[in-house]
């Protein structure tokens, strides 16, 4: 196993710390809020001369990404970071991106959309992005952050996949909260995301390419996205290939959905990002009290594990799902919706509710997961299921 | 050693609560434990009330919300006093540590806190002006933290200081850092 540096600091540094062990070619990023220090720390390590990498500077996201598209399609390794307002305003660049099948990878800090005005950690953004073609993953913690970002270069860049990768991490909480973190040394990054081979680069003037084409009129459209569809359903295999590896060579575990004492559980709740850890600590002391509690952490949302869930939570009474993001006019949230339509074809099917929590950066405060637990304990028991979503914490 | 210390900090923008709050953070990593530091981020202008938090802890810590039941207050601006809170909360084996010229059972009657609250008291800004020539209480307010609670110790924190400054600043500022820790941490008074 490689040396390992364990050190106190910020999600945005660890993964500013990924982004520069993993030598991007080009990294593409507009520079001014709501970015992140992802991107300005990274800006130190060209100027430092620690990375050699071109840096640009554009006047917007969309511009930012526009610049993503152009030097991956060109053949290089590209890397950004965003946040809230600026993944939206990225939004039509999404679908290019994964249209035009090029491994990009983004850190994603997980902010609330305006309006009203907010700048604290809410999962709208990435949401709102869940349908544009990228591989997600999301981290509870900086580790998770640091760990994930190195292994999006990989998933990004497999023949067997070729999409943009983002990588999400909460804003606030994981980005600007220190943490301890252990951190690899270059060599064993390096090694392990490799050098990359581009597929159909632009620039291989012996292997002429044409991107993003116009396919309309009878032309290949549907079945680009019929491969696209493939592709994506494909990166499983390929998250789990890569998580596995470098779970080897970090020590830390990876899996699509991370279970808690799932192995006797009568209530479970299924969450996304720094919450799972809230609720992890709540569940020991639920069990404490003699509530069989268990936890289910999904680590990859697209493509969405939607076997591996129905298998954890197959034998379970009752099931809470939280939500740090709405979908306004849908039965409840994005997750909630994935892990309900992922339980329909068990032969047991328990009830499942859904929780909209810390929007705008409400705090998650621990009473309000032990309160999901009871209403889960009450339902476990009889109790009739209220049809949500509910407000957690909501005034 | 006890499992979980929370500590929040009350100062104004521009005092360096963050700063000693990371220095606090890589000092528990020092001795092996886990730690958060988090400020709280709001509208953020030169001298306005913020608050910041840190979690210490022998095990990996799991939790990610507020510390509403802090067991260390620490204020580094006595002028917060009459306007935010700062006792909210704290545990009632607590300790509150106040940047100030008043003596703590004068602070501690003011807040009107219970007998079982430590209040101590230590000139952290004239220690600073005297030691580091500005008006920048953290570093000291980190050397009565250690004298107080033992949250953190002493000689670790005197070695970050030297480490981390070594980088930025000459041996005389990094030798006014330390006296001005080792000031706040004898003269700091508690009741």
């Known amino acids: 196993m490689p040396e390992q540096k364990t050190v106190a600091t910020t999600g945005n540094s660890v993964v500013a710390e990924a982004f520069r062990q993993c030598a991007p070619d080009v990294v593409p990023a507009y520079p001014i809020t709501p970015q992140t220090t992802i991107v300005e720390e990274f800006a130190k390590f060209v100027a430092q001369g620690r990375v050699h990498a071109e840096y640009v500077t554009v006047e917007s996201e969309h511009s930012a990404m526009s610049a993503c598209i152009g030097a991956s399609a060109a053949g290089a390794?590209?890397?950004?970071?965003?946040s809230s307002q600026g993944l939206a305003l990225m939004w039509e660049e999404l679908h290019i991106a994964s249209g035009m099948r090029l491994p990009i990878v983004m850190a994603n800090a997980n902010r609330a959309l305006s309006a009203p005005i907010n700048i604290h950690c809410d999962h709208s953004d990435a949401m709102g992005a869940r349908d544009t073609g990228w591989v997600m993953l999301f981290a509870e913690t900086a580790q998770e952050a640091y760990d994930n970002t190195i292994m999006s270069v990989l998933i990004a860049e497999d023949p067997e996949v070729l999409l943009p990768v983002m990588t999400c991490l909460d804003?606030?909480?994981?980005?600007?909260?220190?943490?301890?973190?252990?951190?690899?040394d270059d060599e064993s990054v390096a090694g392990f995301v490799g050098e990359y081979v581009p597929q159909n680069a632009l620039l291989d003037t012996d292997n002429p390419v044409s991107h993003g084409n116009f396919a309309g009129l009878g032309g290949p459209y549907f079945e680009f996205k019929r491969a696209q569809r493939e592709a994506i359903d494909r990166s499983k295999a390929v998250v789990e290939r890569v998580g596995k590896a470098f779970s080897d060579l970090s020590g830390r575990p990876f899996a699509l959905i991370e279970t808690d004492m799932m192995d006797d559980a009568d209530v479970a709740i299924v969450v996304i990002g720094s919450t799972a850890g809230n609720v992890r600590h709540v569940a020991k002391q639920m069990r404490a009290e003699g509530l069989k509690a268990g936890v289910v952490k999904v680590r990859c949302f697209r493509p969405f594990p939607h076997a591996e869930l129905a298998a954890a939570l197959s034998s379970v009474k009752a099931v809470a799902v939280l939500d740090r993001a709405e979908s306004f006019g849908a039965e409840g949230g994005p997750l909630y919706l994935e892990t309900r339509s992922a339980l329909y074809d068990l032969e047991h099917r328990m009830p499942v509710v859904n929780y909209v929590y810390g929007l705008g950066g409400s705090d998650v405060k621990l009473e309000l997961i032990r309160s999901v637990f009871d209403d889960l304990s009450d339902i476990a028991t009889g109790t009739p299921a209220l049809h949500g979503p509910m407000y957690l914490g909501a005034r | 050693?006890?499992?979980?210390?929370?500590?929040?900090?009350?100062?104004?923008?521009?005092?360096g609560a963050v700063t000693a709050a990371k220095l606090v953070a890589e000092t528990a990593l020092a001795a092996d434990q886990y730690m958060q530091a988090m400020p709280e981020y709001g509208p953020e202008r030169m001298g306005a009330p913020i608050k910041a938090f840190t979690r210490i802890s022998p095990e990996p810590i799991d939790i990610h919300c507020n510390i509403e039941n802090p067991d260390v207050v620490i204020v580094l601006d006595d002028s917060l006093l009459d306007i935010v809170d700062v006792a909210e909360g704290l545990v009632s084996d607590g300790a509150i540590i106040v940047n100030t010229c008043t003596p703590p059972d004068a602070i501690k009657r003011a807040l009107g806190l219970a007998d079982s609250i430590t209040v101590a008291c230590v000139d952290a800004s004239g220690i600073a002006l005297d030691t580091i020539k500005r008006d920048i209480p953290n570093t000291p307010m980190v050397g009565a933290l250690a004298k107080v609670?033992?949250?953190?110790?002493?000689?670790?924190?005197?070695?970050?200081?030297?480490?981390?400054?070594g980088k930025k600043f000459g041996q005389e500022i990094i030798d006014a850092n330390l006296a001005s820790v080792d000031r706040a941490y004898e003269e700091v008074k508690a009741v």
């Open chain 1, 77 to 82: 390794r590209v890397m950004t970071a965003t």
């Open chain 1, 171 to 184: 804003g606030f909480i994981t980005t600007h909260s220190i943490d301890r973190v252990q951190l690899m």
């Open chain 2, 1 to 15: 050693m006890q499992q979980l210390t929370e500590i929040r900090w009350h100062a104004r923008a521009g005092q």
């Open chain 2, 149 to 165: 609670t033992g949250a953190v110790d002493i000689d670790s924190v005197k070695s970050l200081l030297e480490k981390t400054f």
